[in-house]
């Protein structure tokens, strides 16, 4: 692909992605944009917001990047879909600690067709039950550990740091990945968490701002995990 071109539709996905992140958290419908009605002063304002900044300057990077090194098998289409769609759920995530069902309904129609046509039924239906079903029992778990600690301190308990969104976004991925790729992807994601929130306890013990039961959006992980798994391969169930 044209190098120019790549900037451009990059361009026009990171755009779109943050018009989404806007958007739906607030009204859950499309409406007027942010910097609507047009003009150089609100469009160079909107620009300069740090997500939106660097939301564009990763979707051009990772664009270009593609024209280089585009996985095997993928054409590049399907593969924009994926990643905008990942990149969606993580910044809303990161943002409002909320996976949105809407949001998750549309990526099991799109991704679960994807998952279809590169795997079949079966693999593709068995993905999305490992998928669903291991965040279902990490998100259980999660909830019976975080209220046995809250009653053996004495605290009140609060909302776990894993929600149910996270659980449909597991099943998601499961529809894209198929079986067993779902496997690899959950594997990586779960990994990439589990060494972040080492790095963010010892941070704030050392700081001096440590707080039992302290959540972080867990989606971006996981999306990490089933970008990563697409883009280095490993794609079973093919």
């Not at 859950?28 to 003009?39: N, T």
């Not at 289409?77 to 905008?84: G, Q």
């Not at 992980?221 to 883009?231: E, I, P, R, S, Y």
């Amino acid at each position: 692909m044209d190098l120019v071109l790549a900037a451009f539709l990059g361009l026009v996905f990171g755009l779109l992605i943050n018009y989404l992140a806007d958007e739906l958290p607030q009204t859950g419908r499309f409406s007027k944009p942010l910097w609507w009605p047009v003009s150089s002063t609100r469009i160079l304002e909107y620009l300069k917001t740090p997500r939106v900044a660097l939301v564009l300057a990763i979707s051009i990077v990772a664009a270009l990047a593609l024209c280089f090194n585009l996985p095997q098998d993928f054409s590049v289409y399907p593969l924009a879909a994926i990643l905008s769609y990942f990149a969606l759920v993580a910044v809303i995530d990161i943002e409002h600690r909320a996976v949105l069902h809407p949001v998750s309904i549309v990526g099991a129609l799109g991704l679960g067709a994807i998952g279809l046509v590169r795997h079949g039924f079966v693999p593709t239906v068995l993905g999305a039950m490992a998928g669903f079903g291991t965040m279902l029992a990490f998100y259980y778990l999660g909830e019976w550990l975080g209220r046995l600690m809250a009653r053996r301190r004495g605290e009140k308990w609060q909302e776990a740091a894993l929600g149910f969104g996270d659980v449909n976004l597991g099943g998601v991925i499961g529809l894209l990945m198929g079986w067993p790729g779902v496997v690899a992807a959950l594997t990586l994601g779960i990994f990439a968490a589990g060494v972040y929130s080492a790095i963010f306890i010892a941070v704030t013990i050392l700081t001096g701002r440590f707080r039992a039961f302290a959540s972080i959006p867990y989606a971006p992980f996981l999306c990490f995990g089933a970008v990563a798994t697409v883009l280095i391969g490993i794609y079973g169930g093919s």
